[in-house]
């Protein structure tokens, strides 16, 4: 069974921190990685992906993947309150589906 | 650019009642479209896509069917819901390769 595996926090953080929130997945097969952010009673909304093994950087977000430890993470620079929500992590093996981990919520504090 | 609607937003629907929930994407052609559904508290679960018209994979075997009579258009049906078919149900697009684009979802409560 693929899997994707995000810790469901509450991950708290100050504002003004850095956020980071962290994602494993199975399949060492898998091509494509994705953030999105949900917040609550909403759907989701993707943020960013990352396709190779490095960071990648747009605005307050970087992502950061790591085949070789099949991990995949998500910074999040000068933290908002507007940035609480719930993360998902996303991974793609080059077929049409997509695995969904259950999310991390984070809480950023005013 | 792309867009995606769903619609209804929410439903009530006792239980026994047949279900039909329509998506349609504008400013894209021949999409990959998805219906998944999220429990309250729970991760997203996929129970159709679709890569083409009346091409349709099935994911999660249970009273749920997804039917696509235009290259835009997506519909999840139900003969008879049960309560356990309650949830947030999303519909979703993406390009080849790419992440995916969610509609504003219809939230479900069967009763």
């Known amino acids: 069974q693929k899997e994707v595996e995000q810790n469901s926090g509450p991950l708290s953080v100050p504002e003004g921190a850095i956020a980071s929130l962290n994602c494993t997945y199975s399949?060492?097969?898998?091509?494509?990685f994705f953030w999105y952010r949900q917040y609550s009673g909403k759907s989701p909304e993707l943020i960013m992906s990352?396709?190779?093994?490095g960071d990648k950087e747009d605005g307050r977000f970087t992502a950061q993947l790591n085949k070789a430890s099949q991990y995949v993470s998500l910074l999040i620079r000068d933290s908002q309150p507007s940035d609480s929500a719930t993360y998902l992590c996303?991974?793609?093996?080059?077929?049409?589906?997509?695995?969904f981990g259950t999310g991390t919520r984070l809480k950023v504090l005013a | 650019s792309q867009t995606i609607h769903q619609w209804p937003a929410t439903l009530v629907q006792p239980v026994g009642s047949p279900l039909s929930l329509e998506c349609t994407v504008e400013?894209?052609?021949?999409?990959?479209l998805y219906w998944y559904r999220q429990a309250a508290g729970r991760g997203l679960q996929l129970l159709f896509y679709?890569?083409?018209?009346?091409?349709i994979s099935s994911e999660v075997p249970q009273n749920l069917s997804a039917s696509r009579p235009q290259d835009r258009q997506f519909i999840l049906s139900s003969k008879k819901l049960l309560l356990s078919d309650s949830g947030f149900y999303l519909c979703?697009?993406?390009?080849?390769?790419?992440?995916?684009?969610f509609g504003p979802g219809t939230r479900l409560t069967v009763t």
């Open positions: 979703a697009w993406s390009p080849t390769g790419s992440g995916q684009y």
């Open positions: 399949d060492r097969g898998s091509q494509s």
């Open positions: 990352i396709y190779s093994n």
């Open positions: 996303a991974v793609n093996g080059g077929t049409y589906k997509y695995i």
């Open positions: 400013g894209t052609s021949n999409p990959n």
């Open positions: 679709s890569v083409g018209i009346g091409q």
